[in-house]
């Protein structure tokens, strides 16, 4: 059986050719725009969570899923233009306010952001997976792996973040019947 490793450079060392020149098939076109889509809205919540938290671990966390989530947007719109793809329609970007001019009531808790991107970060490294998988061209399974792994690298620095602060939601533990504690 092989490894992980194996199985990428396998992906990677298999000579089709310059696939970059074939059109990308309608799924590679689809996961890609989708997950565009993605991109943009985590932003959209990470900047108006930025308007409400004062927590400063938090707003690190927040910018630096920023930058990742904008690099890889970049990276596919230019991709997109080269391939001659329209743009998905995203949402307008939040204006920077002050986190003590809202309403408690009126902003969500520190706990409610860190789930959010949590729950953000988690459909980012699935649909990763899938858009690898499904990829014909090299050159997009590549992208995706790269991908991948900028998203794991984050969740890599952000889920200890969520442990020591207490806002990690663990499901209940699974006992076996017939298994003691």
Same mark, same amino acid.
């Given at each position: /059986?092989?490894?992980?490793?194996? +199985?990428?450079? %396998?992906? @990677? ?10 059109? /990308? #098939?309608? %799924? ?7 997950? #565009?889509? =993605? ?5 959209? @919540?990470?900047?108006?969570? !930025? ?7 938090? *707003?690190?966390?927040? *910018? *630096?899923?920023?930058?990742?989530? #904008? ?9 997109? $233009?080269?391939?001659?793809?329209? =743009? ?7 204006? #920077?306010?002050? &986190?003590?001019?809202? &309403?408690?009531?009126?902003? =969500?808790?520190?706990?409610?952001? +860190? ?11 699935? @649909? ?14 590549? =992208?995706? !792996?790269? @991908?991948?792994? $900028?998203?794991?690298?984050?969740? +890599? ?5 969520? *442990? $020591? ?15 003691? $504690?």
């Amino acid at each position: /059986m092989t490894n992980i490793l194996d +199985a990428v450079n %396998g992906i @990677f060392s298999t000579n089709l050719g310059d696939e970059s020149n074939n059109p /990308m #098939h309608i %799924g590679e076109v689809m996961n890609t725009w989708t997950y #565009h889509i =993605m991109l943009t809205e985590a932003n959209r @919540f990470a900047e108006m969570a !930025l308007n409400t938290t004062n927590d400063n671990e938090l *707003k690190e966390a927040l *910018k *630096k899923s920023i930058i990742d989530c #904008h690099n890889q947007a970049d990276e596919i719109d230019n991709l997109f $233009k080269n391939e001659g793809i329209s =743009m998905p329609p995203t949402s307008e970007r939040k204006p #920077h306010s002050d &986190p003590n001019d809202i &309403p408690i009531g009126a902003k =969500m808790t520190d706990d409610e952001i +860190a789930n959010g991107i949590s729950v953000k970060l988690v459909s980012a490294l699935n @649909f990763c997976t899938l858009g690898l998988t499904q990829s014909i061209r090299t050159d997009l399974a590549s =992208m995706w !792996l790269r @991908f991948f792994l $900028k998203r794991a690298e984050y969740s +890599a620095y952000y889920m200890p973040i969520m *442990k $020591k602060r207490g806002w990690i939601k663990i499901p209940p533990y699974y006992y076996a019947p017939g298994n003691s $504690k």
